[in-house]
Structures are given as C-alpha cells and as structure tokens.
C-alpha cells in the first residue's frame, strides 16, 4: 500500500500525488499539509499513525508544535464530514496519535486510456460541452505527445468556462493523465500582486505528497521562484534563498519556463489559469513567453477568459490572445449560448424525462428564450423548479423570471433572509474564496454565528460552496467557502452601500493585519487595497510598501511602481512633517530604482525620483533611516558618471554612519567611498576605505545587507576594488591574492549577480596586470553568467574586457567587435560608470587594427569623459594611448607631451604600473624618461 498514490475509502477518492480528495464526485478542497497527513493515514489504514510519525513525514524535519498536526486534523475532519466526539474516519488515540477507521484501497490507473476517446460527462453536471470537450481533450493528447498546446477558454459571465475546464480536469484525474496546477487571478481593484496565480499553481504542486520531485526542479531551474514560496523552505534552505540577490524580470520569466518544461518531462502537465482577465501584467509576460517557445513540452496551459470585460481591454489580453493565434502559439475555444436540444437534455438529467406537468421537450425553448441559452442562468432557474412540486413545473411557471442574468440573481439576493443577506454581501468584501473569519470581521460579529449561516447556504447550493479549512498565522482557525460564480460576488458588492463597504474594508484589513503581524508581507497588496478601499490611506502605504518590495524582488517593476505611486498618493495624508517627508523619501528612491532598471540610468523618471529625494533629505537633516535613501542617490549620481555629487553622498553616508555607530551603515558607507575614491583615481584612499569595511565585515551578519545596497555583497566588491587598486599600484602579488580571496568568497555566495561582478573585476585587475588568459577566461564566464541572468551592466563591461582579450589573442576583428558593442550597450542603458575604462579598451583595439581615426576619436572622448566626469582612474593610460597615434602620426612633439602628461598624471594618483608603460612608451619614442 505504501507505494499507491491513489486511494478509495467510503464515499471518498483521494489522489496523493495531487492532494485533491473528492466526494461523490465532487472536489473538497484540502492545504497541501493536510493532505500529506491523509495520504500517511490512508496508507496505513486502521493502523496508528503515531503523532511522530506524521511530524517527520508531513514537516520533514521542520520545527512545529502539535498544534499544527492538530490544525490539520480539524481541517481532515471538517472535509470528510466527521466529528472528533464520534469519529466515523479519523479516530484520535489520546497522546499517541491518529487512525483511519475505514479502510482505503488502492484505486484504479487508466492512464493510458487517450482523453479524446473517454465517454462525455453527465449532462447533468455538464450541459451541451461535448464537442468542446473533445476539443480540451485532444489539446491535451497533443501535449502529451511534445506539442505545447495553449488554450484560451474564453465567453461572457455565466456560460461555462469555469465548469468546462473544471469536467476536463476531471477527465484528467480519472484518467490518471498527468499533473494539474490551478492558479486563480484576482479581481483586484488596486495594483495586485505580481506572479501570483503562478506562484499559488507552484506552491499546491510542490507542497503535494508527492511534489518533492516538484520542489527539487524548482530548487534547480528556477530558485528565483523558490524562494517566493517559503511554505515550502525547509530551516536550511532558508538562509541560502534570503541571500540570493534580486532577479531580473527576465531571468524570472526563463527560470519558470525552463522549470515547468522539466516538471512536464517527468508527467504531462497542465497548467489551469482562471479568469486570465484579470492577471497581473507580469503572469500574461511569462504566458507569452512561454507559448513562443518552438521547443518540445508535454505541457497544456487551459486559460479562462472574459473578452469584453473593462480588466481584458486594460492588459490588452485581446491582442495578446490575437497574437498568439496568428503564429499558431494557441487555440481559442469560444463558448456560445446553450441550443435547444442541450437545454432538453439538461432538464431531462435534471428533472426527469417527464420533467413534471409539462415535459422538458415543452419546457426547453421557453427556457431557451427566457434565459438566452447562459448556462449559469439557466442551472439557477433549474434549480428552483427542482425544489418545486413537479405539479407546478410549467412553462407559465418562467414567465416571471427575468430574461437578464444579473436581475434575476438580484431576486435571488432579495429573496434571502436578512442576516443571510448581510453576511454574503460583507463577504463580497474579501474575495471569491473567503475565510469566515474575515467574514466576521468585516460584520463586526460572531465567528460561530458566521459558520453556521456559511453552511447552512452551502447545503442548500445558494452562492456559496465550502472550499477547505485555514489557521491564520496567529493561530485564528477559519472556515474557507467560495462563492459558486464572481457574479454573485459583484452583485452582491455593487449593492453595498458606499460607507458600509468602506467600514467593511477597513474592518476586514485591521482583523488580516492583526493576523498576519509576523508575516505582513505575505499579503501585504491585499491590506493596502483594503485600507485604500477602507478610506484609510494612511495604513496603506505601509502596505503598499512592503508590496512594492516583494514585487521588485520579482523583478515585477510595473506593478512596484503602482504600488509605489499609489503610496505617494496618500503621502499628503501624514499629519506629521518628519515622517510625512521620511515616508515620501523612502518612496521616491524606490520609484527610482525601479525606473532605474526598467527605462535606464539616464531616464527623466530616475532623475525626477532621485532628485525629489535628495532634497527631501536636505530637510530632515541626519538620520539613520534616511541612510538607505542617500545611499541609493549615491548609486545613481555613480551610475551617471556625476563624480563630484557622489563624492559628496559618500561623505554625507559616512558622517550618518560615524554618528549613529552602525557596523552594517559604515561598510556600506566605506562601499560608497571606496568605489567613488578609486574612480577618482585616488588608489591609496580607495584602499583604505575598502579595508576598513573588510575588517568590520561578516558575511553572516551582513550578507543580507545586499538586497538594499545595490544588489551585491558587499564584502566581495571591497576586494574587487582592493584588487584593482593594487594592480593600477604596480602591487601585483597582492592583488592577486585579493582576486583569488574575492573569487572564492563570491563563488561560495549562490548569488549570480555579485559572481558576475566578480569575474569581471578580476578579469580587469587581470587585463592591467598583462595577464591576458586569466582577464580572456574571467571575462569570458562574467559575460556568460550576466547573458545568462540578463545583467546589463556586468554584461557590457565583461563584454569590452573581453574584446580587448580577443584582439590581444589575435582576433582583431571580433575583438573590435565586441569592444564597440560594450560602448555601446553603456550608451544605451545611460550608464558612465567605467565607461573612461572601456573607451580605452576600445581604443587600444582600434590602434592594433590600425584604425587610426577610429582610435583619436575614442581616446579623445575618454580624455573629455574623464575630465567631465571626474573618473580618472584610466586618465594615465588614455593619454599614453593617445602618445602611441600621434607618434604613429609622427608627431613626435605631440606624442612626447602626452607621454609625459600620462606619466605626470600615474605619478599623483600612485598608479606605478600605469607609469611604467607610459615611461616605457616615452623611451620607445627615443626620449629618456628622467
């Protein structure tokens, strides 16, 4: 029994591999936890499980308390029906553990039964879908087979969608075909949150009883998405996943890709995304990304969608869906109106083939002509002749019912009892699926008294399904229900009145708030739409905040940018000025990086952000939590090659950092002057900075600093600048021992962005030194690592390093070519920084093709550069460079004066190997050096 996945006990099925448990053919909705504890309980049926037992197997190691093995024995007994005082499936035996009472045998496997060949469902429970079906299910035959297949799903409120995908996952489970991941998009009114029905798909995939093979494609092809799931981190993993640095939108988008073409080479795959209309804009990135692919994937994306709803027009789904279908990348099943002989087929399954006083085949077109052939409308309608004496069902009985889905659901509402009413409408508030503790928040009331009414409308089928159990992070129990269409959720919204769904809000965020104090950011998007919605802007932007952090760690700048905004909306709100203009600071320097990474260094929206910034700050004076805020102007101001404004940021950062005597504040301080003081070309001060962080570091203790100080370890950068220095110095066995130690501590990171950092600093210090394989290989692997994670800037300095080793290894014509590519990847992400450095590269490219005009014009630019921008650092070499083309000109005068110039300029900044070459250049033009 231990190696079955698939069990039948009583009225139950129960699939491990999934974790879904259904009952008479209907899905009860179980959290990856307890399912885990029901596939051990089902394995050793009428057996003990001892509590121990189900810890090591369900936690794996992981540290909890019995009361989360508790939380999952309420929830298993909530869903299967049954009472702990008189247990009819899960028996507790009092301090040692838990048994299944009835036996659970091993189910059937028909896998190789084809999806395209199995019997049409029960039109009962699906009306008039046949061929539709068959469609789904020979999309999926063709996934199985290698053939990616996207399906769009798509038609008004009501006409199926939901229940069609729903029969087809059905057919999938039945067959035993492969895996199913569901993820559900919101309809948030605010921003949202990025990735989320992926990352909600992901995370009930993984956290299956049978996901560890999930979890660990996860943990290979895509630790970026891994480490947005930490239900399921384990103590160890942890720690790793918190350090690693924030990934780019692309490597984000080539990560899940990459990982669900593994998971979907292990066992077909389908991939169900529910109301697409209203995803976030990063999950429609990812789903065209991946339907582009021309590479083989046993993989079937089914995608629900409502055309004309206002949310498809915003993201642009139509054209998206539009440009997919025209190179072939998906299919679109239209659903139309029920005909006349699925809706007498429907009434026949229902109601009997009489169907009472009049027949269905009399009752049908009047039903057709009442309801428009909408499914939904039309199953409501049935429903309540069902409940009637057959003597009754008549075709005068639908005269009355309204030919409009949304009245006729608004008669339904009417006709509830009040408390009924009020409790489904404060419920509307939350979401589909809602948790009858929110429900009580919102209503101001009893939790008890709200479990009893949510069930007594679930039994009865009114609007309401139980979709599960959840114990908040506070330890609060709830009841999960779903309403059974987001039809009735708006309706029942729109009729609030506009302060009771405001006092609702606001209600509902402060009960989540309190609930989730230890793990706000978890859902951090739902409280600030809440709060907004709530009318209370001011405990919003805290929110949107944390929010807007989780979606840059995505990668997700659009949607960090509209939580940001929508932050600074509200900024006007604060009553105090300090923290008014703190708060407005910490937001405009986000909004900054965020635009930073997604319009470039030199974008108006940067400049505007970062400048607004710094003139805040200029108000408050010195404080420590402004150090991060002056920090990141310090970066740009860098970035853009702004010398004398970083110089002065570098020393504003070490006057905060001396003064509030901050271990973590002074290195990042030291890392502004070390790299500012370096690009000045003062080599002994750029050193002294870099050691004096190194002798304050900790990797322990400081590593995470990297996620708010430029995305790299700090410690790792201090010795790529050290090394540096000491090879501009002439100190080459020290530098060397300072690559070696930065490539070590950078390789033992996990962090793809400081290693490609570190490859290139070392491949440069190499390339200064003349070491032309070390600074050949180094490049080499910092320009494969940043293509790789989409690092532009490592990339384009990594790439000029690179072509200079190429021309060097006698390859001049790639080498040019990849040394012009660099400078101009650096022009077109407005980037300055090190730019003097590769206009050299590029100009002693230049000089051995013998492109002598080509050569002036980029050393003339990187001696204007320099003076422009302060960064000196390569001056010395720049004007030897230019010395060699005038004496190639014969221009001996010219070439001396340069000579001398580059020397004069090595001598003040202590760069004695840069002097060398420039004296030994001096003595190749005839003239002694003294």
Same mark, same amino acid.
């Given at each position: 029994m231990a190696a079955d996945r698939r069990?039948?006990?009583?009225?139950?099925?129960?699939?491990?591999?999934?974790?879904?448990?259904?009952?008479?053919?209907?899905?009860?909705?179980?959290?990856?936890?307890?399912?885990?504890?029901?596939?051990?309980?089902? &394995?050793?049926?009428?057996?003990?499980?001892? @509590?121990?037992?189900?810890?090591?197997?369900?936690?794996?190691?992981?540290?909890v308390g019995d009361d989360a093995l508790t939380s999952c024995i309420q929830e298993l007994r909530a869903a299967l029906g049954d009472d702990a005082r008189r247990p009819r499936y899960v028996e507790t035996r009092h301090r040692r553990g838990y048994r299944l009472m009835v036996p659970a045998k091993a189910a059937a496997d028909d896998s190789a039964v084809a999806l395209s060949e199995m019997a049409a469902p029960d039109p009962s429970r699906l009306v008039g879908r046949v061929a539709e079906l068959k469609a789904l299910a020979s999309a999926f035959d063709q996934a199985r087979s290698g053939r990616r297949q996207v399906v769009f799903v798509t038609g008004e409120p009501g006409i199926g969608k939901s229940a069609l995908a729903d029969a087809f996952l059905e057919q999938l489970r039945a067959g035993n075909a492969g895996r199913i991941a569901h993820g559900q998009c919101l309809d948030h009114h605010g921003v949202g &949150?990025?990735?989320?029905?992926? #990352?909600?798909?992901?995370?009930?995939?993984?956290?299956?009883?049978?996901?560890?093979?999930? @979890? @660990?494609?996860?943990?290979?092809?895509?630790?970026?998405?891994?480490?947005?799931?930490?239900?399921?981190?384990?103590?160890? =993993?942890?720690?790793?996943?918190?350090?690693r640095g924030r990934p780019t939108r692309e490597r984000m988008l080539r990560e899940l890709t990459l990982a669900v073409e593994a998971i979907a080479a292990d066992a077909p795959l389908?991939?169900?995304? =529910?109301?697409?209309?209203?995803?976030?804009?990063?999950? +429609?990135?990812?789903?065209?990304?991946?339907?582009?692919?021309?590479?083989?994937?046993? +993989?079937?994306?089914?995608?629900?969608?409502?055309?004309?709803?206002?949310?498809?027009?915003?993201?642009?789904?139509?054209?998206?869906?539009?440009?997919?279908?025209?190179?072939?990348?998906?299919?679109?099943?239209?659903?139309?109106?029920?005909?006349?002989?699925?809706? &007498?087929?429907?009434?026949? !399954?229902? +109601?009997? !083939?009489?169907?009472?006083?009049?027949?269905?085949?009399?009752?049908?077109?009047?039903?057709?002509?009442?309801?428009?052939?909408?499914?939904?409308?039309?199953?409501?309608?049935?429903?309540?002749?069902?409940?009637?004496?057959?003597?009754?069902?008549?075709?005068?009985?639908?005269?009355?019912?309204?030919?409009?889905?949304?009245?006729?659901?608004?008669?339904?509402?009417?006709?509830?009892?009040?408390?009924?009413?009020?409790?489904?409408?404060?419920?509307?508030?939350?979401?589909?699926?809602?948790?009858?503790?929110?429900?009580a928040a919102a209503l101001d009331g009893d939790v008890d008294a709200v479990e009893t009414a949510c069930a007594r409308l679930a039994r009865r089928g009114v609007f309401v399904v139980k979709a599960g159990s959840i114990a908040w992070p506070d330890g609060t129990p709830a009841e999960l229900y779903s309403f059974r269409h987001d039809l009735y959720r708006e309706l029942l919204y729109d009729r609030l009145p506009a302060t009771r769904r405001a006092a609702s809000h606001a209600r509902v965020g402060r009960r989540l708030e309190a609930a989730w104090s230890g793990r706000l950011?978890? #859902?951090?998007?739902?409280?600030?739409?809440?709060? &907004?919605?709530?009318?209370?802007?001011?405990?919003? #932007?805290?929110?949107?905040?944390?929010?807007?952090?989780?979606?840059?760690?995505?990668?997700a700048n659009a949607e960090a940018i509209g939580h940001l905004r929508r932050a600074l909306e509200a900024v006007g709100s604060i009553a105090d000025e300090v923290e008014r203009t703190r708060t407005e600071v910490e937001l405009r320097v986000g909004l900054g990086a965020a635009f930073m990474a997604t319009r470039g260094f030199g974008a108006p929206e940067v400049l505007e952000a970062y400048s607004t910034a710094e003139a805040l700050c200029e108000k408050l004076g010195e404080r420590a939590d402004l150090f991060p805020a002056t920090w990141g102007q310090w970066?740009?101001?860098?970035?853009?090659?702004?010398?004398?404004?970083?110089?002065?940021?570098?020393?504003?950062?070490?006057? +905060?950092?001396?003064?509030?005597?901050?271990?973590?504040?002074?290195?990042?301080?030291?890392?502004?002057?070390?790299?500012?003081?370096?690009?000045?070309?003062?080599?002994?001060?750029?050193?002294?900075?870099?050691?004096? %962080?190194?002798?304050?570091f900790d990797g322990r203790l400081h590593g995470s600093l990297a996620s708010s100080y430029g995305n790299h370890d700090a410690g790792c950068c201090a010795r790529n600048f050290g090394a540096l220095?000491?090879?501009?110095a002439g100190d080459t066995d020290a530098a060397r021992v300072m690559m070696d130690r930065s490539l070590a501590a950078a390789k033992s990171l996990d962090d793809p962005f400081s290693l490609a950092l570190t490859l290139y600093f070392t491949s440069a210090a190499a390339q200064m030194l003349g070491d032309v394989a070390l600074a050949t290989a180094n490049s080499k692997l910092s320009m494969q690592m940043a293509t790789e994670h989409d690092l532009a800037q490592p990339r384009a300095w990594s790439m000029g390093v690179a072509g200079w080793c190429v021309a060097e290894n006698g390859d001049v014509a790639q080498g040019l070519a990849l040394a012009t590519q660099a400078v101009a990847t650096m022009r077109a992400i407005h980037s300055r920084h090190f730019m003097v450095y590769l206009l050299g590269l590029a100009t002693d490219v230049h000089l051995k093709a013998g492109h002598q005009a080509e050569a002036i014009e980029a050393v003339d630019e990187g001696l204007a550069m320099a003076e422009a921008t302060g960064e000196r650092f390569y001056s %010395?070499?720049?004007?030897?460079?230019?010395? =060699?083309?005038? %004496?190639?000109?014969?221009?001996?005068?010219?070439? =001396?004066?340069?000579?001398?110039?580059? #020397?004069?300029?090595?001598?003040?900044?202590g760069a004695k190997m840069l002097e060398r070459k420039a004296a030994d250049s001096l003595r190749r033009l005839g003239v002694p050096h003294g």
């Open positions: 069990f039948a006990f009583d009225r139950f099925r129960f699939d491990a591999r999934t974790g879904e448990l259904w009952r008479d053919g209907r899905e009860v909705k179980l959290t990856p936890r307890a399912a885990a504890v029901l596939h051990l309980l089902a &394995e050793r049926a009428e057996s003990l499980v001892t @509590k121990q037992d189900l810890l090591d197997r369900v936690w794996g190691g992981m540290a &949150e990025p990735y989320l029905p992926l #990352i909600e798909a992901l995370t009930r995939l993984a956290g299956a009883p049978d996901g560890a093979a999930v @979890k @660990k494609i996860l943990s290979a092809q895509a630790p970026s998405w891994l480490a947005q799931m930490p239900s399921l981190w384990t103590r160890s =993993e942890r720690g790793a996943l918190a350090a389908l991939l169900k995304l =529910e109301d697409i209309h209203w995803s976030d804009a990063s999950t +429609l990135d990812w789903l065209v990304h991946m339907a582009r692919r021309p590479e083989p994937a046993r +993989l079937m994306v089914l995608v629900t969608l409502r055309p004309a709803d206002p949310a498809a027009a915003r993201v642009g789904l139509g054209g998206i869906v539009a440009e997919l279908a025209l190179h072939g990348r998906c299919r679109e099943i239209a659903l139309a109106p029920l005909g006349l002989a699925a809706i &007498e087929a429907y009434l026949e !399954a229902r +109601l009997g !083939a009489a169907g009472g006083a009049a027949g269905s085949h009399d009752m049908a077109p009047v039903l057709l002509e009442r309801t428009g052939g909408n499914p939904l409308f039309m199953t409501s309608i049935v429903n309540e002749l069902a409940q009637e004496d057959a003597s009754r069902r008549t075709p005068g009985a639908l005269a009355s019912i309204p030919r409009d889905v949304r009245r006729f659901i608004d008669r339904q509402i009417d006709d509830l009892e009040e408390n009924e009413r009020n409790l489904l409408a404060a419920a509307s508030v939350i979401r589909r699926e809602f948790a009858t503790a929110a429900v950011e978890a #859902i951090a998007a739902e409280l600030a739409e809440h709060f &907004e919605r709530g009318y209370e802007a001011v405990r919003a #932007i805290p929110h949107h905040q944390r929010a807007a952090a989780k979606a840059l760690r995505r990668s970066m740009f101001r860098t970035g853009r090659g702004e010398t004398a404004a970083a110089r002065r940021l570098g020393a504003r950062l070490l006057g +905060l950092a001396q003064k509030f005597d901050d271990a973590g504040l002074k290195i990042q301080a030291h890392h502004a002057m070390w790299s500012t003081s370096f690009v000045c070309g003062e080599l002994a001060e750029a050193r002294a900075h870099a050691d004096a %962080a190194l002798a304050l220095a000491l090879a501009l %010395a070499e720049l004007h030897r460079l230019r010395g =060699e083309l005038l %004496a190639r000109a014969d221009d001996r005068t010219g070439a =001396e004066a340069a000579f001398r110039a580059g #020397i004069e300029v090595a001598r003040r900044q």
